[in-house]
């Protein structure tokens, strides 16, 4: 596990094509409503809580931190064993402290297979005990207009007590706000210099921005507008960046398309998996956007670009609207060297089974690739387009089989003390013996804290009584129920990478 140090929170915060493959020595085949829950736990936030109180929302250039202790690892350490971590060191036209980029495209060697991009390297004096240090990004939900929506958090160090909330050091800039961010976002990814996107999101609620994407610069930390896409309110689902293509993608939750935008915030193509469809550049749909969510079935959320495929969820059916004839799936269809996809290539690469039995699941709403090749899809409980609720869903794992096809193991990470409490958010930390990291609802539920946050459980999976818990806005006497959104963890450039997938 890269682990976790006590100290401060701070207010002030994937992807080979064949050419990409062949570099490597590989060989390619040609609203806050919660319907359930358990009982006893209520719903709402008080946003960061008095542990950082004091940041002033009119300052626009430092942040503060929150926690018990102070970070003290110096630039470049890793505890343990596992692959070497030099960050801050490494060749290339390196722009965020980890190592030069030695891949096509932007790619360094552990972006090609699936981690996510480099290190924010905050110039903000309130950040400078990060620098150099495993960190995870996270978005959230805020119920107040000056409450904050995004975070970085320090997980590096020795693994703490497991099964307790561990005060980890936070940093969130205080122009970080709903205000910020027009109320709602979820899908987060970096890109391979370590700037942060973020996209406007429906599934808490509401937004007033549904058709924003939004940058985090790497060394301002300052929020920009990214890109805007013709949307008029359903939002977006998660946010993928290419290091192979250099580009972004983005899944549309009106059109039911996945937008391919450059570095510049242009489209470049779009693709509609119901439809079978790629358009290069903008799309020309009739009576779009029409400001309704496209149906169920052609609706697409979790996108990850991976070995020269994208993957992707779609969308069939949630606690409130089961369906007996179809179930939540992933897809793969496979890129070109522009990242454009071909949609005669697209393949289901796996169903999601109902839950502990059920006759119903979740969408998947993030998927990652691990250290060791596996995947990993976590689900978000919904009962409607803009409704989401909570304890009816968990983080899958999966292997891929010798044809291509990947097979659900299962419940191997259990979520929360109330368990299959995931909120949809996962990424892993590239290390060898290295850990997974969810974002959750009661992680720790009454004993005696109330964690809502994410959760750090080692490789091969667990539950609460062997994982670290963290808070996410460091307030443990009240819940934040359905508040969690997404995480992601830069990589070191230079993280060993995944096995290739067997032939198939």
Not at 62 to 88: L, N, Q, R, Y
Not at 229 to 254: K, L, M
Not at 313 to 334: F, H, K, L, M, P
Not at 348 to 363: D, E, K, R, V, W
Request: proline share 7%; glycine share 12%.
């Amino acid at each position: 596990m890269v682990g976790l140090r006590s100290g401060p929170v701070t207010t002030a915060l994937r992807y080979a094509s064949a050419a990409s493959l062949a570099w490597l020595g590989c060989t390619v085949e040609p609203n806050n409503s919660s319907a359930s829950g358990e009982e006893g736990e209520g719903s709402g936030s008080t946003g960061i809580g008095t542990a950082s109180a004091s940041a002033s929302a009119s300052d626009t250039t430092a942040g503060t931190t929150v926690g018990t202790a102070s970070a003290s690892a110096g630039t470049g350490e890793s505890s343990g064993g596992g692959p070497k971590f030099d960050v801050g060191e490494g060749g290339g036209s390196d722009e965020s402290g980890t190592t030069g980029y030695d891949g096509p495209g932007s790619c360094r060697m552990s972006e090609v297979f699936g981690a996510a991009g480099g290190y924010p390297a905050f110039t903000d004096p309130m950040y400078s005990d990060f620098l150099g240090k495993q960190v995870l990004v996270m978005t959230s939900y805020a119920y107040q207009a000056n409450d904050f929506e995004l975070r970085v958090i320090d997980i590096s160090g020795d693994p703490p007590p497991p099964n307790m909330n561990y005060p980890a050091p936070i940093y969130i800039h205080p122009t970080w706000t709903s205000a910020t961010f027009g109320g709602g976002i979820f899908g987060l990814t970096l890109d391979s210099y370590g700037n942060i996107y973020a996209a406007a999101s429906r599934v808490y609620g509401s937004t007033t921005t549904p058709s924003t994407i939004y940058k985090v610069d790497k060394d301002t930390a300052m929020v920009s507008t990214f890109a805007t896409i013709p949307n008029s309110g359903p939002a977006f689902g998660n946010i993928n960046y290419d290091c192979n293509s250099e580009t972004i993608r983005v899944v549309s939750h009106e059109d039911c398309r996945i937008w391919q935008l450059d570095m510049s915030g242009d489209v470049v193509s779009t693709y509609h998996h119901g439809q079978g469809d790629v358009s290069i550049g903008a799309p020309n749909d009739a009576n779009e956007p029409d400001g309704q969510f496209c149906p169920l079935g052609e609706r697409m959320w979790a996108v990850q670009a991976h070995y020269g495929k994208l993957y992707y969820s779609v969308w069939w059916e949630d606690g409130g609207r089961q369906n007996a004839v179809q179930e939540n799936e992933i897809w793969s269809v496979d890129l070109d060297d522009a990242g454009i996809p071909d949609p005669d290539t697209a393949v289901l690469a796996a169903t999601i089974p109902g839950l502990n039995g059920a006759n119903y699941s979740n969408p998947v709403s993030d998927i990652s690739f691990a250290q060791t090749g596996w995947m990993l899809a976590a689900e978000r409980t919904m009962y409607a387009d803009n409704q989401t609720s909570a304890h009816q869903s968990t983080t899958y794992e999966l292997q891929q089989q010798m044809d291509g096809s990947w097979f659900v193991v299962g419940t191997t990470y259990v979520v929360g003390e109330l368990p299959n409490s995931s909120a949809g958010g996962v990424d892993h930390d590239f290390e060898a013996e290295g850990y997974v990291w969810m974002t959750g609802d009661a992680l720790d539920f009454y004993t005696p804290d109330v964690v809502y946050g994410v959760q750090g459980t080692p490789y091969g999976g667990g539950t609460i009584t062997t994982s670290t818990l963290i808070d996410h806005d460091a307030e443990v006497t009240q819940q934040d129920k359905t508040a969690l959104g997404d995480c992601e963890i830069p990589i070191p450039g230079d993280a060993t990478p995944p096995p290739p997938p067997p032939a198939g």
